[in-house]
């Protein structure tokens, strides 16, 4: 059966956040590269990692996935804010008991009732606080949270949903003060974290210091963090080499690049891992000829996965479903199960034939070719498979051309959903269906760019989160992923794996090979020099 943890699970994670008995220095100033300009500070109105790497450390979270764990899950939980927690009998209820004397960076305390303030902001019961909402869809489930007391707040469920600690845990997580406006959020964000905001000079730099009162005692261990914005990857890299940085992000050193860096500057350390990150073909269904399922279909078997990850990655990445290939996927289908979906089994040339006859089934040809532009992001990440996809595409009776699109409005062209075909990357914060699945494909959430709405697959969704045995719930979810794969709105490529490098004198950091969003409150971390 699926554990949910208790008060007594809470307490034995609360011995796992210590940090290791290093002889830790104090001071210094981590310089971090940003590969992206953040659109703003404010975590819960965001997508990009850009925004949590740079305004994670501000903030704090109810719980957390321990820093010092590579993979972060129920198991790996551990609290933050809350110093404990309970579930009820029937799974619909869940109650945290709050760390006291905790302040906020403006000195005022933190109470139960920024947690009941911060739920209600994104479940829609307070309105126009958000500009944007891309979380109110994680919980739609929660139907009210209770401040019981000053230091106790109560989740109440529609259902049960085991992987509302997990949700929470996320780098997405982060509590907000009741008593701060959103917008001021956006520019100057206030937490209780291990760091205070200075500043964010746009296109430049974001600065963090560290907070003297951090409720925390004896940490963090730097003074600062300096996270300078670079949108050239050659230049980041030859900044690492140089020394200028001592701190990559996590899903930016593809496998050629790291080799390099081995033969430039052997000291540097790098470790290669998942990322949660797909590449993925977004595909508007609402446009024509889009909105015909065999002309969907025709896209996915044109695209040579294995071809495609050998040349980014030089075969490190994984063909996967929707969820994160296994084995650091815990929801993720083996090899054998993948090559059963529609579009993945056969060989290369097999799938390009169907593609072709599909085709020319609907009047396209060598002759009468489909010309179309494959949109993507203006980041190395995502223009590399895009390229690949434009040449593997004209293979089969399309005639497609590549649109760059700027890092600032990318994420407003998706959700406008300007685009035709659109090579893009998903990052989920959580391995968790309720993170990956809810976010990319159910009706309602700003997440879900291609605006793809089925009640057949909603109802598909609720099952599986309500179900609190394991092994059942990853059967519904591999028969998720199969309908998914039917339906080829949002085929997924692959899964990407990338490395983190850091200067050796770097201590207290540990990548997460799970998601890109998490291991950024940086309150472990401290420089051996």
Request: with cysteine; charged share 25%.
């Amino acid at each position: 059966m699926f554990r949910l943890p208790s008060i007594a699970a809470a307490a034995v994670a609360l011995g796992l956040c210590t940090t290791p008995a290093w002889a830790q220095k104090h001071g210094g100033t981590l310089q971090v590269y940003i590969s992206a300009n953040p659109s703003s500070m404010s975590i819960l109105e965001e997508v990009s990692y850009t925004t949590v790497m740079a305004a994670g450390a501000v903030f704090s979270n109810l719980v957390q996935f321990d820093p010092m764990q590579s993979i972060g899950s129920l198991d790996t939980v551990i609290p933050e804010l809350a110093k404990s927690w309970a579930w009820d009998e029937t799974g619909t209820k869940l109650t945290f008991k709050l760390n006291e004397g905790v302040k906020w960076h403006d000195g005022k305390p933190f109470t139960a009732k920024d947690v009941k303030c911060t739920l209600d902001w994104i479940t829609g019961k307070v309105r126009g606080y958000f500009r944007k909402n891309p979380r109110r869809i994680w919980y739609t489930n929660v139907k009210e949270v209770t401040a019981d007391n000053d230091y106790q707040a109560t989740f109440h469920l529609g259902r049960p949903q085991p992987s509302l600690l997990a949700l929470l845990a996320s780098g997405f997580g982060v509590i907000y003060p009741c008593h701060v406006a959103a917008k001021d959020q956006r520019l100057h964000p206030i937490g209780t974290g291990p760091f205070k905001f200075v500043e964010f000079k746009s296109n430049e730099r974001v600065r963090v210091v560290k907070n003297p009162d951090y409720w925390k005692k004896g940490l963090p261990y730097l003074d600062a963090i300096d996270y300078t914005i670079i949108g050239n990857r050659s230049t980041r890299v030859l900044g690492l080499i140089a020394g200028k940085f001592d701190l990559t992000t996590t899903g930016d050193i593809t496998v050629p690049i790291m080799k390099d860096i081995a033969s430039q500057a052997p000291q540097i350390v790098c470790t290669l891992g998942p990322t949660n990150v797909s590449v993925n073909v977004l595909i508007n269904d609402k446009r024509p000829p889009f909105d015909n399922v065999k002309l969907r279909t025709a896209i996915s078997l044109a695209v040579d996965r294995l071809g495609m990850l050998s040349i980014t990655s030089h075969g490190a990445a994984k063909v996967s479903g929707v969820m994160m290939a296994p084995p650091e996927g815990v929801w993720g289908m083996p090899p054998e199960v993948i090559a059963k979906l529609p579009g993945y089994g056969g060989t290369v040339e097999e799938r390009r034939a169907q593609a072709r006859k599909i085709m020319e089934e609907l009047g396209y040809g060598p002759e009468n070719k489909l010309k179309v532009k494959v949109s993507t992001r203006d980041l190395a990440s995502y223009k590399d498979p895009a390229v690949i996809m434009v040449d593997q595409l004209n293979q089969v009776h399309f005639q497609a051309e590549l649109e760059i699109i700027e890092s600032t409005v990318w994420f407003g062209r998706a959700a406008r959903q300007d685009y035709a075909i659109a090579l893009n990357l998903t990052g989920s914060s959580v391995d968790d269906p309720d993170a990956t699945l809810v976010e990319s494909y159910a009706c309602g959430s700003e997440y879900n760019y291609s605006k793809y709405c089925n009640p057949k697959l909603d109802k598909m969704l609720a099952d599986q989160s309500s179900e609190r045995d394991f092994e059942k719930r990853k059967k519904m979810v591999w028969e998720i992923e199969r309908f998914l794969a039917e339906e080829n709105v949002r085929p997924v490529l692959y899964h990407g794996r990338t490395a983190q490098c850091r200067q050796p004198y770097v201590k207290g950091h540990v990548r997460s090979d799970n998601s890109i969003y998490s291991h950024w409150r940086h309150e472990q971390v401290w420089l051996d020099k």
